[in-house]
């Protein structure tokens, strides 16, 4: 007989995650398992919809998350992204992007399950690091930084130098080195002091600013 549930998809390129997703997803009624794939563009070349994606954050191909979510939704589906929570980068980059909320791999085998309900239900799946990264945007105002000091921050504290930072962006170097001087100045006023470029750089992973280096 014909499961009448919400379809339910899945974008993961650990194929482990989805032998233990798949079963997980076919023991509830109310949830229908349509399929799996390595990339987002696999599965929208090999899938006929689906009504929820179960994306992972860290996929291999090049891909980010915000695009990876942009293209799913035009395509159709709601988007519940999973994690192993590693990278705040990225983390923060899904909070800012069109998708339900955020549900960690090593979360108990139940509470994942209850988080892809909600989600193909459209509500919001609210986990501690999506909060986190929510409260700590500088878009929605929490975070110190401007725009223009997270481009800063982001080139400076991975290597270049003030001048070559400031051809970069288009700025003077006298510019560039205002920016880190607040930069500097707001880390220290929340006791988080960042006097060197190594500090910089530690600051810029700890808030997502910079993203971490792949792993091979």
Not at 31 to 53: H, I, M, N, Q, W
Not at 86 to 101: A, M, T, W
Not at 134 to 140: A, E, G, K, R
């Amino acid at each position: 007989m014909p499961h009448a549930g919400a379809r339910i998809a899945i974008v993961d390129d650990h194929e482990i995650v989805i032998l233990a997703l798949r079963p997980l997803i076919a023991s509830s009624p109310d949830l229908e398992y349509v399929g799996s794939a390595s990339s987002v563009p696999k599965l929208l070349r090999t899938s006929p919809g689906a009504d929820l994606v179960v994306l992972d954050l860290n996929l291999r191909d090049g891909s980010t998350p915000g695009d990876n979510v942009a293209a799913l939704r035009e395509w159709g589906a709601q988007v519940l992204a999973i994690t192993s929570g590693e990278n705040p980068f990225l983390i923060r980059e899904v909070s800012r992007s069109d998708s339900l909320g955020l549900v960690r791999k090593s979360a108990p085998a139940q509470h994942i399950l209850a988080a892809i309900r909600r989600a193909a239900r459209g509500e919001i799946v609210a986990s501690t690091e999506w909060a986190a990264a929510l409260d700590s945007d500088p878009d929605i105002g929490a975070a110190p930084l401007t725009n223009r000091e997270r481009d800063v921050l982001a080139l400076y504290a991975s290597g270049l130098g003030a001048k070559s930072v400031a051809t970069h962006l288009g700025i003077s170097e006298n510019t560039v080195d205002d920016h880190i001087r607040r930069i500097r100045a707001e880390y220290l006023a929340l006791g988080r002091p960042a006097n060197t470029k190594v500090d910089l750089y530690r600051r810029g992973v700890e808030d997502g600013f910079i993203p971490l280096p792949v792993k091979n």
